[in-house]
């Protein structure tokens, strides 16, 4: 026995968790353009992002809508503001896959510097990130929220080991020099999508234990 | 004859304004600490970013009391939602801050590479945008929230040629690598910082004009 605003609401988070696998699958995409040096796949994600755009757009419309119309309650009412804020995440994750792309596109001209084994890791984990944080949202699920909050140091420490490998490279031989400091720019921007899925994590903890996490000495907050 | 809830608006616009001026202060004194050499201030810039994370949680608090409680029109209804949102740009820009902080402590532990020019240019226009961005979200002006968008260019544009200056020393000398990467950093995240500043200036006009903005093929818009 929903009412019509509950279907509403469901519908709603529909929407985000669709928004979230494009996004996920544009990471995975750009950093498999990297990895396999696929210069098509790469065009492919720039060449989607507005699919991205488009649906960021559409989630906000229909939050003011159900706002103005359903003058829903607290409860809901945070649910609605919440998703907003996160979609606004989940298209700015978009748009760093767009900047892996341009990277793996520039990188893909040269000759590789070395095989890529912690990018992938890195990105894995990042991805996984993502995803469960928009299973904890859809789910209420506060201790999977929590749980992802965890993994960002795993991602902020694999960033260090990929620029101190880096480094080494640059110092050895200056003519990897251009190289190396796009992957380090590549290893930078997968921690900013932890980081933003940490921003997501710490949200729908609010919202499920309505206590403010953010910004508290948990791990991961900032 | 302002109503209260004109009069809680009003408020709430001062209260975004207030935490945009701790922010710009953060951007300058960050950029200072590191031109100046002063580890001191780079401490405190860090020292004062929980001042701006509560006002973050403040101001998400009043947005959600006020829609639940005046149940805002179409137009009101706007300005609060944004300003939810503006606000987790202005926060992440604090966090930005920190960030420049922390790499300005370990660059004054080294002797400097060379001196500071273009990045306190950077960080100038960076800051200029934010503000610019928030005054135009305060006087409903979207011709200035516009033109603000133009200036993101400038920054990419710096951004690429402190990249180059850099990449030049690292290739002369790879004793100089770990200091120039960190220096490639700040100059990336000064850049983050002009990115949400468009961000909130791309808000405004959606704001102000009604329309959407946000993606589409305009200088700064991504």
């Not at 990277?103 to 070395?114: I, M, S, T």
């Not at 990018?119 to 749980?147: F, N, Y």
């Amino acid at each position: 026995m929903s009412t019509v605003f509950e279907r509403e609401l469901e519908d709603l988070k529909g929407t985000v968790l669709k928004l979230g696998s494009l996004v996920e699958k544009a990471i995975s995409d750009s950093i498999k353009s990297l990895v396999e040096r696929n210069s098509k796949l790469a065009a492919d994600v720039i060449d989607k992002d507005p699919q991205v755009n488009a649906l960021d757009v559409e989630i906000d419309e229909e939050c003011i809508r159900l706002i103005a119309l359903r003058q829903p309650r607290a409860g809901d009412l945070r649910l609605i503001t919440t998703a907003m804020k996160i979609t606004t995440d989940l298209e700015r994750i978009g748009d760093i896959a767009v900047d892996i792309s341009e990277r793996a596109l520039e990188l893909n001209e040269e000759p590789q510097l070395k095989p890529y084994i912690d990018i992938p890791r890195m990105a894995e984990i990042a991805q996984g990130m993502v995803r469960d944080a928009l299973d904890a949202l859809v789910k209420g699920d506060s201790a999977l929220a929590r749980e992802v909050l965890t993994r960002d140091d795993m991602v902020d420490n694999l960033n260090w080991q990929v620029f101190n490998e880096l480094l080494f490279f640059m110092i050895r031989d200056p003519k990897t020099v251009s190289r190396a400091v796009k992957i380090t720019y590549v290893s930078k921007y997968i921690e900013r999508i932890a980081d933003h899925a940490t921003n997501i994590a710490e949200m729908v903890v609010y919202l499920v234990e309505g206590k403010i996490i953010r910004h508290m000495a948990i791990p991961g907050a900032k």
